[in-house]
Nanobody, 126 residues
Framework: QVQLVESGGGSVQPGGSLRLSCAVP????????IAWFRQAPGEERRGVSC????????SYANDVKDRFTISRDNAQNMVYLQMKNLRPEDTAVYYC???????????????????WGQGTQVAVSS
């Protein structure tokens, strides 16, 4: 089982910024890619972004691609999600998920991932 730990959530006003962190297992269990998902109350868990840890290539959902930036620090076994210009509709629990394969075209499908972190809450309100 692959254990990931998210952190960095909090409460911000609209237009604010947050950086989420995902601690990734190292060594033999290191995943090939990491995705961020989010789940708002009463809604399905939806893909936000994905990064291939070796190449650094990225994918984004359309509603965040001009505001969010995913990055990785392989030396520290960390993946980050920098979120800017936050909106109330970004309010959700954010999860990171590992995959043995590249992000690919199906990165935003929940069925692609077997393990999830515990999530970190992001609340955007005035």
């Amino acid at each position: 089982q692959v254990q990931l730990v998210e952190s960095g959530g909090g409460s911000v006003q609209p237009g604010g910024s947050l950086r989420l962190s995902c601690a990734v297992p190292g060594s033999a269990s290191a995943p090939y890619s990491i995705a961020w998902f989010r789940q708002a109350p009463g809604e399905e868990r939806r893909g936000v972004s994905c990064i291939n840890r070796a190449s650094g290539s990225t994918s984004y959902a359309n509603d965040v691609k001009d505001r969010f930036t995913i990055s990785r620090d392989n030396a520290q076994n960390m993946v980050y999600l920098q979120m800017k210009n936050l909106r109330p509709e970004d309010t959700a629990v954010y999860y990171c998920a590992p995959d043995r394969f590249a992000c690919g075209l199906t990165w935003s499908s929940r069925d692609k991932y077997d393990y999830w972190g515990q999530g970190t809450q992001v609340a955007v309100s005035s």
